[in-house]
T-cell receptor
Framework: DTGVSQNPRHKITKRGQNVTFRCDPI?????LYWYRQTLGQGPEFLTY????????KSRLLSDRFSAERPKGSFSTLEIQRTEQGDSAMYLC?????????????FGSGTQLSVL | GENVEQHPSTLSVQEGDSAVIKCTYS??????FPWYKQELGKRPQLIID?????GEKKDQRIAVTLNKTAKHFSLHITETQPEDSAVYFC???????????FGKGNQVVVIP
């Protein structure tokens, strides 16, 4: 499967714990995005990387959230001191710069449940 | 920022009939408008998109129309089939903007 891969698919954690998610984009894609989706809502933008540089962050991304893409390939999203309001589907997407660079290819997401 | 709204929230159609979903946007600078389909428990997938320099685009049974003056665009599905049942999200962005603004989604149910 050469699509966007996310791990784990599901994560259950207790409030206050830290969690980390991983995203492997399509190999030739240089852009990587993190979105969050809650039930009955569309995906909400969190942050965006071009290669290894994090170029944009949403106000939704509080200080407890950090994302990295150290070598311009896979990315990690860490949430520290999780809260119940963090429960959501975390979606990763990738795209390729250039004409059609806005065409996002999504992964299957990581479903986070904070108890 | 861009605000995208979709109507209706739920649409039920008989198999073989057409379905139309309308989306409105707020930012007149937006120039790229994709539609994503998300089946239950699966990832959102791009099904069709349109840029502001054209008014309509077709791909087999699906089409998208854009009215820049009114700031709305619509998804048309003809000869609906059960596999068309899904949530459809519209989105908008402008050139140089790195984020897509999504609507809340439309649940389409095709009744066999």
């Amino acid at each position: 499967d050469t699509g966007v891969s996310q791990n784990p698919r599901h994560k259950i954690t207790k409030r206050g714990q830290n969690v980390t998610f991983r995203c492997d984009p399509i190999s030739e894609h240089n852009r990587l995005y993190w979105y969050r989706q809650t039930l009955g809502q569309g995906p909400e933008f969190l942050t965006y990387f071009q290669n290894e540089a994090q170029l944009e962050k949403s106000r939704l991304l509080s200080d407890r959230f950090s994302a990295e893409r150290p070598k311009g390939s896979f990315s990690t999203l860490e949430i520290q001191r999780t809260e119940q309001g963090d429960s959501a589907m975390y979606l990763c997407a990738s795209s390729l710069t250039g004409q059609g660079g806005e065409k996002l290819f999504f992964g299957s997401g990581t479903q986070l449940s904070v108890l | 920022g861009e605000n995208v709204e979709q109507h209706p929230s739920t649409l039920s159609v008989q198999e073989g009939d057409s379905a139309v979903i309308k989306c409105t946007y707020s930012d007149s600078a937006s120039n790229y408008f994709p539609w994503y389909k998300q089946e239950l428990g699966k990832r959102p997938q791009l099904i069709i998109d349109i840029r502001s320099n054209v008014g309509e685009k077709k791909d087999q049974r699906i089409a998208v129309t854009l009215n820049k003056t009114a700031k709305h665009f619509s998804l048309h599905i003809t000869e609906t089939q059960p596999e068309d049942s899904a949530v459809y999200f519209c989105a908008a962005t402008s050139y140089g903007n790195n984020r897509l603004a999504f609507g809340k989604g439309n649940q389409v149910v095709v009744i066999p």
